[in-house]
């Protein structure tokens, strides 16, 4: 599975911004998917993620304000960001994941989302 995550950008706190990681193979649907963040001198944390039979699970620090989603149809998964903190500021990564075989552990490339407080 390769992955192209795309949508970061700069906004103010409090907007929002829609991510978006568009896959290629046909596993992906039956794949998990994750976005995860890095912040500067912080390890990489799940932000949410979304599995094949839609169920999700979202960090503490960002429930009620991000949802994320996929459309099997179109190979993408997006996450949406509402109510935007400056802490939420870090280069954002998709991941492809399955434990069955066949395996996969796929990430995509970051983007980065800055949100000025």
């Known amino acids: 599975v390769q992955l192209q995550a795309s949508g970061g950008g700069l906004v103010q706190a409090g907007g929002s911004l829609r991510l978006s990681c568009a896959a290629s193979?046909?596993?992906?649907?039956?794949?998990?998917i994750g976005w995860y963040r890095q912040a500067p001198g912080n390890q990489r944390e799940l932000v949410a993620d979304?599995?094949?039979?839609?169920?999700?699970n979202y960090a503490d620090s960002v429930k009620g304000r991000f949802t994320i989603s996929r459309n099997n149809a179109k190979n993408t998964v997006y996450l949406i960001m509402n109510s935007l903190k400056a802490e939420d500021t870090a280069v954002y990564y998709c991941?492809?994941?399955?434990?069955?075989?066949?395996?996969?552990?796929?990430w995509g490339q970051g983007t980065q989302v800055t949100v000025s407080s």
């Open positions: 991941n492809a994941r399955r434990s069955a075989n066949p395996r996969v552990d796929s």
């Open positions: 193979g046909t596993i992906f649907s039956f794949s998990t």
């Open positions: 979304v599995t094949p039979v839609l169920s999700t």
